[in-house]
């Protein structure tokens, strides 16, 4: 899986807690994002980031922050987690070379259950 | 804006004979596309892309792609399916103008079953 690893691998919470999944990678790739898969909807993408401390959203953004204060690491945290995030979530990261299509190389990921 | 439709969530085919995974894409300008798979309880693994260039582009494990311009499709193709390769596929693209900051968009994937 392309020097990306994620943790925990697996979580359950309760409703209302917070929980911050962590993204490591050993690439040095300057992309990175954050996507959840849920059944008939494929992979979304919740935020990315550019770069040490730059990060923008993504289209299901809400009820989650992101921080990236390293290169290799990129957390997400669910301020109060609900059910309705109860999902996989995965880690992508890409490299910025000139000419790059930018592919994406995917962590194993994160199997969250909200109860 | 960018999409991904894949028509179909499951197909059907016999170990040995070829396969067909649907694909058709919407952007704005020129496409970069890709082929995913991912087997059970693992991450996405990438399989092929389209840069620019020749129509059929030729990915990991035998398959191939054909991208039609025309028709605005990217299907994933294999001569002989294995039952290994029974798995879950998502096409993704994103526009070639700017960076990675555009993210790729997926479709909502097309489990295919290879019968022995």
């Known amino acids: 899986d392309a020097g990306i690893t994620q943790s925990p691998r697996h979580k359950v919470t309760e409703t209302g807690t917070p929980v911050t999944l962590r993204c490591h990678q050993t690439e040095n790739h300057r992309y990175m994002y954050w996507y959840r898969q849920d059944p008939g909807h494929g992979l979304r993408l919740i935020h990315y980031s550019y770069g040490v401390k730059d990060t923008d959203k993504g289209e299901v953004s809400d009820g989650y922050s992101v921080s990236r204060s390293k290169t290799e690491d990129f957390l997400l945290t669910l301020e109060s987690a609900t059910s309705s995030q109860t999902s996989v979530y995965f880690c992508?990261?890409?490299?910025?070379?000139?000419?790059?299509?930018?592919?994406?190389?995917f962590g194993p990921g994160t199997r969250l259950t909200v109860t | 804006a960018q999409s991904v439709a894949q028509p179909e969530d499951q197909v059907n085919v016999a170990e040995g004979n070829p396969l067909t995974v649907k694909c058709t894409y919407s952007v704005s300008g020129n496409p970069y596309l890709f082929w995913y798979v991912q087997y059970p309880n693992r991450g996405l693994q990438f399989l092929l892309k389209y840069i620019t260039g020749d129509n059929l582009v030729k990915g990991s494990y035998g398959f191939e792609a054909e991208f039609n311009k025309s028709q605005t499709s990217f299907h994933l193709k294999k001569p002989s399916a294995l039952v290994s390769d029974s798995a879950l596929y998502f096409c993704a693209v994103r526009d070639i103008r700017g960076s990675g900051r555009r993210a790729l968009t997926f479709g909502s994937g097309t489990r295919l079953q290879v019968q022995p």
């Open positions: 992508a990261i890409s490299e910025s070379r000139a000419n790059s299509s930018y592919e994406q190389y």
